[in-house]
């Protein structure tokens, strides 16, 4: 898919859907490489705002603009552990189709093939935000697979573990899964302009339900993408610099030298 | 009283071979000039508790050879990618890895805070960071139902080091918001601390500014180096270099363009 054709990029078309799955909360909060998240949550923040709502709360955890943390880095996980903060986002090296992720190695644990950065604050957040949606940009039989060979955290827990929270979605760069935590499996619920549900099926690894219906992903609407470009990317390239400056060129704040 | 220390070898001269050393995250004051002078004293088998993520100060003391045992959530570069030398390491073995989740790095720090022998953390169960850590136990909550709480012992560091941007004369550090640094100094034997500057006021004597000041009591000794935390970033005074963690990458993806790095910007210091 290109800028050209569908007039937004696949970055602004996935922090769009995000958005959208955030719905009206709280707080939402966005950890470490996790652009596209950080994108919607700021763009979730202005849609409050313009219905003069003062939510959500956007905490990035690497900003030091957008949260409002006093106690440290551990403020995060203690407003999680008390169910304070409603939405969260979790990608993985690899995501099986229990809802299970991976942010550890591939291969055996002591002897892997390919080692990830680790699991951050997975093996907590999964259990007790309510809300987790799941980012892959990248969606293939590498990424989506029957089985994850590391568990960062599971999908679904015995009915005695504590869990008020866990994965409600999943969001690719070819479409939407939302999952069903009494099932432990995803459902297709759309398809990203461009693509297809036969290719969604040749590059996922995991079964999943298809509905009889599965409608498109709708396209980020113009309000919505100026609202990306205009106003959440300036605030956006105090953390992510790189990515803003490739999704967004005309949205990060005008600098000398510039044409 | 803690020791203004002439030289920031000095400061350092408490953290040797073999000891347990926490730093904090990437954005919170790490003590880059710190880490590139334990490198060039040659420091070996370090026990590295990274609170609870690291980023290029992990990276280069793997790369150097200077870690026996490395405890953190994830180490990579941020927006520049996964992490070289640390990757490396991994599929090479040749650290010991403690894989653990954040929060339970900063619990297990403030066990020792509190002076208690471990601390209840939710979530973990059923993980494999959980199956992998024969340290840390489920025990039935003792107030509860058929309710499994992991258990993590204390973590209790021989030394805290991080980066700040200002000491009195006395010793207290001025961290501002970034809490966990408390507990870190909290739960360690021993603070070392770089700073940007010293100051003649007390930094206790200013309601608005004890709220964020770690006190000397817990401080053994102090270093001025200036731009400390470069080319990381220190909190409401500097950016990171972002130039220069892109070329870090380049340099980093070999172990002989890691060499290279070493020999320039480590073993080589910069002018002042």
């Known amino acids: 898919m290109t800028k050209e054709e569908f007039g937004f990029q696949d970055e602004e078309l996935l922090a769009s859907v995000i958005a959208d799955l955030i719905g009206d909360v709280r707080h939402v909060a966005v950890g470490n490489a996790s652009p596209i998240p950080a994108t919607a949550a700021l763009l979730?923040?202005?849609?409050?705002?313009?219905?003069?709502?003062?939510?959500?709360?956007?905490?990035?955890?690497?900003?030091?603009?957008?949260?409002?943390?006093?106690?440290?880095?551990?403020?995060?996980?203690?407003?999680?552990?008390?169910?304070?903060?409603?939405?969260?986002?979790?990608?993985?090296?690899?995501?099986?189709?229990?809802?299970?992720?991976?942010?550890?190695?591939?291969?055996?644990?002591?002897?892997?093939?390919?080692?990830?950065?680790?699991?951050?604050?997975?093996?907590?957040?999964?259990?007790v935000v309510p809300k987790v949606i799941l980012f892959r940009t990248e969606h293939s039989r590498r990424t989506l697979v029957p089985k994850v060979d590391f568990i960062s955290a599971p999908g679904v827990s015995p009915p005695n573990v504590h869990r008020t929270g866990g994965p409600v979605a999943l969001v690719t760069n070819r479409c939407l899964f939302s999952f069903d935590a009494a099932r432990g499996r995803f459902a297709l619920a759309s398809v990203h302009p461009g693509h297809s549900i036969e290719e969604v099926v040749e590059h996922t690894g995991f079964e999943f339900d298809r509905p009889a219906d599965v409608p498109p992903t709708p396209a980020p609407s113009p309000e919505t993408l100026r609202l990306m470009r205009e106003v959440v990317a300036p605030q956006l390239a105090e953390v992510y610099p790189q990515f803003t400056a490739r999704v967004f060129p005309l949205g990060r704040p005008r600098e000398s030298g510039d044409p | 009283m803690p020791r203004l220390a002439p030289t920031l070898d000095e400061a350092l001269a408490c953290i040797t071979d073999g000891c347990m050393l926490v730093v904090p995250r990437e954005v919170s004051g790490v003590p880059m000039e710190a880490t590139r002078a334990l490198i060039r004293r040659g420091i070996k088998r370090l026990h590295l508790v990274a609170l609870p993520t690291s980023s290029l100060q992990a990276d280069l003391l793997i790369g150097a050879g200077c870690i026996g045992t490395l405890e953190t959530s994830a180490v990579n570069m941020g927006e520049f990618g996964p992490a070289p030398r640390f990757t490396a390491a991994i599929l090479s073995n040749t650290i010991s890895m403690k894989d653990a989740?954040?929060?339970?790095?900063?619990?297990?720090?403030?066990?020792?805070?509190?002076?208690?022998?471990?601390?209840?953390?939710?979530?973990?169960?059923?993980?494999?960071?959980?199956?992998?850590?024969?340290?840390?136990?489920?025990?039935?909550?003792?107030?509860?139902?058929?309710?499994?709480?992991?258990?993590?012992?204390?973590?209790?560091?021989d030394i805290a080091l991080f980066h700040a941007p200002m000491a009195d004369r006395?010793?207290?550090?001025?961290?501002?918001?970034?809490?966990?640094?408390?507990?870190?100094?909290?739960?360690?034997?021993?603070?070392?601390?770089?700073?940007?500057?010293?100051?003649?006021?007390?930094l206790l004597a200013d309601p608005v500014l004890r709220a964020g000041t770690l006190p000397g009591f817990y401080v053994d000794s102090i270093a001025v180096t200036p731009r400390g935390g470069w080319p990381l970033s220190l909190p409401d005074h500097y950016p990171a270099d972002d130039a220069h963690l892109a070329e870090y990458v380049r340099f980093a993806a070999t172990p002989e363009g890691f060499a290279t790095y070493l020999e320039r910007y480590v073993h080589e210091r910069r002018a002042a």
């Open chain 2, 101 to 157: 989740t954040c929060p339970a790095l900063h619990a297990a720090l403030q066990a020792s805070e509190k002076g208690v022998p471990f601390m209840p953390l939710r979530g973990l169960i059923g993980s494999d960071v959980l199956a992998h850590r024969p340290d840390w136990h489920v025990i039935g909550n003792p107030f509860g139902d058929d309710d499994p709480i992991v258990l993590l012992p204390a973590i209790r560091p």
């Open chain 1, 44 to 127: 979730a923040r202005e849609r409050g705002r313009l219905e003069g709502l003062s939510r959500p709360h956007v905490s990035l955890l690497q900003s030091r603009k957008h949260n409002f943390w006093t106690d440290g880095a551990r403020e995060l996980f203690d407003c999680a552990g008390q169910g304070r903060i409603d939405v969260f986002f979790l990608s993985g090296g690899q995501i099986d189709g229990h809802g299970n992720v991976n942010l550890v190695s591939i291969g055996d644990y002591d002897q892997p093939k390919a080692r990830f950065p680790g699991s951050f604050g997975s093996s907590y957040l999964y259990y």
């Open chain 2, 170 to 202: 006395s010793g207290n550090v001025w961290i501002g918001a970034q809490g966990e640094l408390l507990t870190m100094a909290h739960a360690a034997a021993k603070t070392v601390v770089t700073v940007e500057k010293i100051v003649d006021d007390d």
